[in-house]
């Protein structure tokens, strides 16, 4: 394995990805102040909301009043989730850079979600796209189940492509492959986005691991070396998968700046600032989250020789 | 990233390097009951127990019985943990297949885990190797904190290969290397393995990786793509370690054989017959054990559509 040089994107999702998944509603302010402090971390995008009905997600019904608040960083992007039409028209009264759109590439997973078929989806957000094409903002779509589907299984690649290809006609600039419920594996993700630089090298491709299985570095890695470069990730590994209760969320910021770091990929991140964020969300969500290099410290942060520790030969 | 092909030797640890980091008792026909199971699940080898004092470590104060109790598949090779003469001579009193002798790589981690310096430490293996290489046991060492130590940070590959060098002149059938407390990372074990099987390709080489901050699975890739095929694993991820409290612990058989069959290596391990195992853990040792497939699931076990679910907008 070779050394890694190449910069790597970093996108933070934890305020919408992450804090969607929660019972207890996160104050407003406590929103505006992590962001503030995420804004100085080195991210190249924040996801910072969704316009999604309050009452669908009553978590982000301070949509407008986050993305009015905050710091807004010159270099980073601040993306935030729109559903439809309405959330279109919120979302560019506030100036946001992009909006991520969503639909799944799997039928049943997409019927479930978002309580419409795949064409209908479609045609949602092509009228989506169309509002917002005349504006400065960009128009991300991410693909839900890209790696399979919780209820149906695989995905085949044709499928995923093809969905890639409407959205590509349609003059997006960006796609997020999403491994929803953490299906993906990494000679699967290393054929996926092989195939999706083959043919789509001019859209901006990101991919959104979720470490349900314990395989989202191990996919990280494979995605980089097929040829991606930009991930998703939350701070803490924040985000659930309600097809797996007890089962871990997305990839954890902390652990995969960590590693990438470490390998010689150049993320930008200050990673000494996010682990300090990070430390303050179980405060915020009241529980422990998954994130592993927040309860075990960086490799090298070194430890004086356990006090209590008996002659336990361990290895 | 190609698809595996080789076959990967699985090697169970969590009955001995697992419990051994549990506070309370597991009983002795549990322990019998759990390896005997273990046993038709298609390891290569099987680490039972340690002849240790009883007084350092009670949970293994059965030792005999449960070696000498089992029922031995003819396939599968019974290792037992072997600290001294003493522990050798009762080991070989049980016909054990091979006796694990253990040592660090690291002066501080030596003395606060073993209580001697290494070349204390070295001596008295010396002596253990010579009582054992008459009978037909066969001899393999440990070598704790090979890609890093919680005390003093980096072990030089110079300083590791001259540990393996020194146990090589003495005959050796194995090596083992141990990421003991998950300081590997994935470049530094490509670098290690490559330089190990350079040198040393007539040993066994066996890769001990733990998951403290969440690259076991990542490591055990870069192992594989460098020439390792020989992997120690502990059912549920069992096992801990006392520098980073609340950290995960060895690397989870059931994670580990679920990412390596998707990928095309051959494990022989039946996943299935393992989660079966795996899933009476939390009732043996008392609490949630660590292994994400286990609460997740494999990747294609599918669901029906959660009733409760709603408009999530997850992606």
């Given at each position: ?8 994107y970093m996108q933070e999702v ?24 995420l804004s100085q971390c080195g991210y190249s995008k924040i996801e ?25 960083h010159?270099d980073i992007e601040y ?154 990730s ?19 910021t902390?652990?995969?700046v ?9 993320t930008g991140i200050d990673?000494?600032?996010v ?41």
């Amino acid at each position: 394995m070779q050394r890694g040089e190449k910069k790597i994107y970093m996108q933070e999702v934890v305020t919408r990805d992450g804090f969607q998944n929660e019972r207890e509603f996160v104050g407003t302010d406590k929103k505006i102040e992590l962001i503030n402090k995420l804004s100085q971390c080195g991210y190249s995008k924040i996801e910072v909301t969704s316009f999604t009905s309050p009452k669908a997600i009553p978590m982000l019904r301070d949509a407008e009043q986050v993305m009015k608040s905050i710091t807004r960083h010159p270099d980073i992007e601040y993306t935030v989730l729109v559903p439809n039409l309405r959330g279109a028209e919120r979302a560019l009264l506030c100036d946001v850079d992009e909006a991520n759109l969503v639909m799944s590439t799997s039928e049943s997973h997409n019927q479930t979600n978002l309580r419409m078929t795949r064409e209908e989806s479609f045609r949602g957000l092509s009228e989506v796209i169309k509002e917002i094409q005349p504006t400065r903002t960009a128009v991300n779509v991410s693909l839900s189940t890209a790696f399979g589907c919780p209820m149906e299984g695989d995905v085949t690649l044709k499928t995923l492509l093809s969905w890639v290809e409407r959205f590509a006609e349609h003059g997006v600039r960006g796609i997020t492959l999403c491994d929803t419920t953490g299906m993906a594996y990494p000679t699967q993700v290393s054929e996926v986005v092989t195939e999706f630089k083959d043919r789509f090298g001019d859209l901006q491709l990101t991919v959104h691991l979720h470490n349900t299985r314990g395989m989202a570095l191990t996919n990280a890695l494979a995605a980089i070396q097929a040829g991606a470069d930009r991930f998703d990730s939350a701070l803490g590994g924040l985000g659930g998968c309600p097809y797996a209760p007890g089962a871990t969320g997305n990839v954890s910021t902390e652990d995969l700046v960590h590693m990438l770091e470490l390998m010689g990929y150049r993320t930008g991140i200050d990673l000494e600032q996010v682990l300090d964020a990070a430390a303050q969300l179980p405060a915020l969500v009241h529980h422990d989250v998954p994130s592993q290099v927040l309860k075990a410290g960086r490799r090298l942060d070194l430890h004086d020789a356990p006090s209590s520790i008996k002659e336990c030969l361990g290895n």
